[in-house]
């Protein structure tokens, strides 16, 4: 998105495990540089070299007939995960609601805050940069005004008396949720896209984290029941509002 504007731009590729970007690019890179600079992400400039645009080896141009066809395929795989983890949400948010956890509420802003990741990343194939900016502003505040929200029901719920949490309902419904969000990975996992576009890495990579949260979920719902106190399931769910509010300013930081 940062760099989107830049028309001296041909293609990128991006590395998100190694922490690499390569830019093929025309014309001088100071501009390029400079937006990368601003997000301040610890960027340095590995190397650069001059290029052959006509040499077949270099693959930095893109068929259009294929990139259409990416672009559709692309499209229907986010639509799929997009309605599965929104459609948790609802499914987290209430039952958490009618068996007092925290731990579920929490999972499912989770969940609707990777249904806006799901979002921006429909957006993000062959959309603009103002669409993309647009929507990841709304998604960033309303995702910060929800966790904090939860913050303070947490708050709320740790200094009252309040009854325990139905640990059997945060424990299966959150079992449901695992197993939804490894369809998900299969189906980001299976696409030929994965290790090529960065918006699809982005998108294994918080649906593999929501695998660990599940897992976190269960685990505090059996320490409830073990323990006879609500303290696990609070304790979860401010850290995943935790990471809700991490994951947000990093998305309005993108859509500056």
Not at 216 to 222: E, F, K, L
Not at 226 to 252: C, E, K, M, Y
Request: aromatic share 8%.
């Amino acid at each position: 998105m940062k760099l989107e504007g830049h028309s001296n731009i041909e293609h990128l590729e991006f590395d998100i495990p190694n922490r690499q970007l390569t830019v093929f690019h025309h014309d001088n890179i100071e501009g390029i540089e400079t937006a990368i600079h601003d997000l301040k992400l610890g960027d340095t400039l590995l190397s650069t070299e001059t290029i052959d645009p006509s040499d077949p080896n270099n693959n930095f141009k893109i068929d259009a007939d294929s990139s259409h066809k990416k672009d559709a395929e692309q499209r229907k795989l986010l639509w799929i995960v997009l309605v599965i983890n929104f459609a948790f949400f609802i499914i987290e948010m209430s039952t958490g609601l009618i068996s007092r956890s925290m731990g579920l509420v929490a999972d499912s802003l989770d969940m609707l805050a990777d249904s806006f990741v799901y979002g921006i990343s429909l957006f993000a194939v062959g959309g603009t940069v103002i669409k993309k900016k647009r929507i990841a502003r709304i998604a960033g505040y309303f995702q910060i005004t929800l966790a904090i929200l939860g913050f303070l029901e947490v708050l709320r719920r740790f200094f009252g008396n309040e009854q325990l949490p139905d640990f059997s309902t945060m424990i299966v419904i959150s079992i449901l949720a695992l197993i939804a969000n490894l369809i998900c990975l299969y189906l980001l996992q299976k696409s030929k896209s994965k290790e090529e576009e960065a918006h699809m890495q982005a998108s294994m990579i918080f649906t593999s984290n929501d695998v660990i949260i599940n897992l976190g979920v269960i685990v505090a719902g059996i320490l409830v029941n073990w323990l006879h106190s609500s303290t696990p399931d609070l304790i979860i769910g401010s850290i995943v509002f935790a990471l809700v509010i991490q994951g947000a300013f990093r998305i309005l930081k993108l859509s500056k």
